[in-house]
């Protein structure tokens, strides 16, 4: 999971056009920790996944990999 996880982090965010830090700040949690969970070193906890998957318009199990279906 976690590196699924890493993986369309880092999609989603590219397709978007959006940088580490924009998505850091819209999250309330510092650059660092977002590079973390693209990095694989760290899963975000639930309340910071809901907002990145709000952010990026998919659903968690998307985000999670328990689906390839975006859409929420």
Same mark, same amino acid.
């Given at each position: 999971?976690?590196?699924?996880?890493?993986?369309?982090?880092?999609?989603?965010?590219?397709?978007?056009?959006?940088?580490?830090?924009?998505?850091?700040?819209?999250? @309330?949690?510092?650059e660092k920790a977002y590079q973390n969970y693209e990095l694989m070193m760290? /899963?975000?906890?639930?309340?910071?996944?809901?907002?990145?998957? @709000?952010?990026?318009? /998919?659903?968690? @199990?998307?985000?999670?990999?328990?689906? @390839?279906?975006?859409?929420?």
């Open positions: 999971m976690k590196k699924v996880l890493a993986q369309r982090l880092k999609q989603c965010r590219e397709e978007k056009k959006l940088t580490q830090q924009e998505v850091a700040i819209y999250c @309330d949690i510092t760290r /899963v975000p906890k639930l309340e910071i996944l809901i907002r990145i998957a @709000d952010l990026y318009g /998919v659903s968690l @199990d998307y985000l999670v990999g328990r689906t @390839d279906k975006k859409a929420l």
